[in-house]
Every structure is written in C-alpha cells, then in structure tokens.
C-alpha cells in the first residue's frame, strides 16, 4: 500500500507562485511516474506535469515555461513550482503516482487528496 501526503496550494494573486509537494510513503513499491493533475469546475481532470522514471518530463502546453516538475528519489517526493500563474489556473490540483507493487508483481496507480490553487485579484 502507498500513501501520498500533498501539501501547498493556497489562493494567490494573478502572476504569483505557489508550489506543491507531494510525498509518497509505504513498502514494496517501486516508482515508475509522478505527476500532477487538476480539476477546475465543470472541467474533466487534465496532466498537468509528470515526471517517468527515465527522467523525462512532459508538460501541458498551457503551463509551459511557468511551471516546473521535479523529483526528489531519495524522499519519493514530487514537487510542482508554478509561477506566472493565471486565473485559469484555479483548480484542484491532484498528485498521481504510478508504481510497481512488488509483492503481488503488478501496477498500481495512486491519488493525491488534492489541493485547492486560487489565481484571483
């Protein structure tokens, strides 16, 4: 069993920053993709960034060059900075994690509680 403990978010002002963070903890696992999501209202849930095992890194056109995903190996930790941010960037913001669960030989994939981002004036 995995568990991801997120924290950050919060309601800023249009061209502001925030970060998320996102921990994963357990046994028996082993990490192949940690990203985040989000779910603005009335909206289907959308990638926003995630980062695969490789090291390659993949973003959503609209939070190119204003957001940045990283990794941290050694805390299973998953963090997502965002700047310039936008009104449209409100949304609850999920983490997902990906894992191979080495008990039973298969993958899993596991949520965040999700975290609300405010972008308003």
């Known amino acids: 069993q995995v568990q991801l403990v997120e924290s950050g978010g919060g309601m800023v002002q249009p061209g502001g920053s925030l970060g998320l963070s996102c921990a994963a903890s357990?046994?028996?696992?082993?990490?192949?993709?940690m990203g985040w999501y989000r779910q603005a209202p009335g909206k289907e849930r959308e990638l926003v960034a995630r980062?695969?095992?490789?090291?390659?890194?993949e973003y959503v056109d609209s939070v190119k060059g204003r957001f940045t995903i990283s990794k941290n190996n050694a805390k299973n930790t998953v963090y997502l900075q965002m700047n310039s941010l936008k009104p449209e960037d409100t949304a609850v913001y999920f983490c997902?994690?990906?894992?191979?669960?080495?008990?039973?030989?298969?993958?899993?994939?596991?949520w965040g509680q999700g975290t609300q981002v405010t972008v308003s004036s």
């Open positions: 357990g046994t028996g696992f082993s990490i192949n993709v």
């Open positions: 980062v695969l095992s490789s090291g390659i890194i």
């Open positions: 997902n994690v990906d894992v191979f669960l080495l008990r039973i030989g298969t993958m899993h994939e596991y």
